[in-house]
């Protein structure tokens, strides 16, 4: 499984690069919005200064909403650095965009994924990831990771490529289940891929150990 990171925020970005297990990271603009980026200039430079934080891909999302729009858009955001992805929504003219980018071999993100019938357009029209957002789900208590398993059976029914990236995953215990149902990708907060750390047993075990340590030297 691999994890992204889901912020625009370069020190935790490069905590979790420190760590060694990150493999990309996730923008879109709410998230620039949160750290203060604003302006097309400053976006387009902070979207490089990820890059360079990182080894793995980086999504960076279109504002447009029209085809062509789109595709000026993404082309502008592959130019910037061979690690980004575009991030595409899943709307009619996303799905053409999406083959456009396909056909032309630049990785996109189809994001805003609801349902499996979205997942099947997106992963039909050559998406790289889609980005099934299972905490919004959880948020209008509908089962975020039943769609997660819907996708995964529909894509292991065709062989589909596009590889599920879960999305919009909220506490530790998302990425375990979305690593049992065989999501490909978890997207997260720094906190949650964190708390996958987390034992007290760990803790009182390392505690005796050192102490044990101690008293024998
Ligand atoms: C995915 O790419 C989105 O950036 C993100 O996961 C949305 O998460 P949220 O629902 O916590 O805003």
Same mark, same amino acid.
């Given at each position: 499984?691999?994890?992204?990171?889901?912020? @625009?925020n370069l020190? $935790?970005?490069?905590?979790? $690069? /420190?760590? +060694?297990?990150?493999?990309?990271?996730?923008?879109?603009?709410?998230?620039?919005?949160?750290?203060?980026?604003? +302006?097309?200039?400053?976006?387009?430079?902070?979207?490089?200064?990820?890059?360079?934080?990182? !080894?793995?891909?980086? !999504?960076?999302?279109?504002? *447009?909403?029209?085809?062509?729009?789109?595709?000026?858009?993404?082309? $502008?955001?592959?130019?910037?650095?061979? $690690?980004?992805?575009?991030?595409? #929504?899943?709307?009619? /003219?996303?799905?053409? @965009?999406?083959?456009?980018? !396909? /056909?032309?071999?630049?990785?996109?993100?189809?994001?805003?994924?609801?349902?499996?019938?979205? @997942?099947?357009?997106? @992963?039909?029209?050559?998406?790289?990831?889609? *980005? #099934?957002?299972?905490?919004?789900?959880?948020?209008?208590s509908t /089962?975020?990771?039943?769609?997660?398993?819907?996708?995964?059976?529909?894509?292991?029914?065709?062989?589909?490529?596009?590889?599920?990236?879960?999305? !919009?995953?909220?506490?530790?215990?998302?990425?375990?289940?979305?690593?049992?149902? &065989?999501?490909?990708?978890?997207?997260? #907060?720094?906190?949650?891929?964190?708390?996958?750390?987390?034992?007290?047993?760990?803790?009182? &075990?390392?505690?005796?150990?050192?102490?044990?340590?101690?008293?024998?030297?």
């Open positions: 499984m691999k994890f992204f990171i889901d912020t @625009a020190d $935790q970005i490069k905590e979790a $690069q /420190d760590l +060694g297990v990150l493999d990309g990271v996730t923008t879109n603009p709410s998230l620039m919005a949160k750290e203060g980026i604003t +302006g097309a200039e400053n976006i387009l430079k902070h979207y490089v200064d990820i890059c360079e934080a990182v !080894s793995g891909d980086v !999504s960076a999302e279109v504002i *447009s909403v029209d085809f062509e729009g789109m595709v000026k858009e993404g082309e $502008q955001l592959a130019a910037l650095h061979p $690690q980004i992805v575009v991030k595409i #929504p899943m709307i009619k /003219d996303g799905i053409k @965009a999406l083959k456009y980018f !396909s /056909d032309r071999n630049i990785k996109t993100n189809c994001t805003l994924i609801f349902s499996a019938g979205q @997942a099947l357009l997106a @992963a039909k029209a050559g998406a790289t990831y889609v *980005s #099934p957002f299972i905490g919004r789900l959880d948020d209008v /089962d975020g990771l039943a769609l997660i398993s819907e996708i995964r059976e529909i894509y292991d029914n065709y062989a589909f490529e596009t590889e599920i990236l879960a999305a !919009s995953i909220r506490h530790t215990m998302h990425i375990i289940d979305c690593a049992k149902i &065989g999501a490909d990708v978890m997207t997260g #907060p720094l906190n949650a891929m964190m708390g996958l750390l987390n034992h007290p047993l760990t803790d009182i &075990g390392l505690k005796k150990f050192l102490e044990d340590y101690k008293k024998g030297n």
